[in-house]
């Protein structure tokens, strides 16, 4: 078997079981044992089913699945990264590089999508808008490796919006490459449409601000 074909059998296998998982995550209760154990096997299956889109995306050249699956890689190593962080020590190189290559990446998306859009590309506009998502977060981690985040548990909400970003990009990517009936800016936009709010309310919910910024 070629290995175009062993990669898309892994990549459809692993995409449909992190889809079932992140979605069972969204509704089911934050912080529990099951919780925790699912969160487990979604990361591990999104992150394989992301890992293994780089190399289709080269042997059969596709832009949009290269991109976003940078852009998942990013939100589950960090995301992973700041639930197991309780205080500003804890940050390393290896925290300061994923964030250095998210902005490499971000302004790069950025680029590319003007780029597009002055030739009357409109896609253009899917990749400035991932781009400057990417930019915020690169941002976001600057504020909270610094110390200069006004959450308090930045940590925690940062996880959860890491996570269910890594979702959105993941749904994104389905839909777009199922979509027979939507709009094709429109299946690129209707996940991040439909789950920011959760972010928002999420992080609302679960942050505790700081004492200085209160």
Same mark, same amino acid.
Request: charged share 15%.
């Given at each position: 078997m070629e290995i175009f074909k062993v990669l898309l059998i892994t990549h459809i296998l692993c995409g449909g079981l992190s889809l079932a998982l992140g979605l069972y995550i969204l509704i089911v209760k934050k912080g529990t044992a099951i919780h925790k154990k699912v969160g487990k096997a979604y990361f591990y299956a999104m992150l394989i089913n992301s890992v293994v889109a780089i190399p289709m995306s080269y042997l059969h050249p596709n832009y949009f699945l290269f991109l976003i699956s940078i852009f998942t890689i990013y939100m589950l190593l960090t995301g992973l990264r700041y639930l197991h962080k309780k205080k500003l020590t804890d940050v390393n190189k290896y925290d300061w590089f994923l964030t250095i290559i998210m902005l490499l990446f971000s302004v790069a998306f950025v680029g590319f999508g003007i780029f597009n859009f002055t030739q009357e590309n409109y896609f253009g506009i899917i990749f400035m808008v991932f781009g400057f998502i990417g930019l915020f977060f690169s941002y976001q981690?600057?504020?909270?490796? #610094?110390? *200069?985040? %006004? +959450?308090? =548990?930045?940590?925690?909400?940062?996880?959860?919006?890491?996570?269910?970003?890594?979702?959105?990009?993941?749904?994104?990517?389905?839909?777009?490459?199922?979509?027979?009936?939507?709009?094709?800016?429109?299946?690129?936009?209707?996940?991040?449409?439909?789950?920011?709010?959760?972010?928002?309310?999420? #992080?609302? *919910?679960? %942050? +505790?601000? =700081?004492?200085?910024?209160?």
């Open positions: 981690d600057r504020l909270n490796f #610094t110390g *200069k985040s %006004k +959450i308090k =548990n930045f940590f925690l909400t940062t996880h959860i919006q890491r996570m269910t970003g890594s979702y959105i990009a993941s749904t994104t990517a389905f839909l777009v490459v199922n979509n027979t009936l939507l709009p094709s800016i429109m299946a690129w936009l209707l996940p991040t449409a439909l789950m920011a709010p959760l972010i928002i309310f999420w #992080t609302r *919910k679960y %942050k +505790i601000p =700081n004492k200085k910024d209160a």
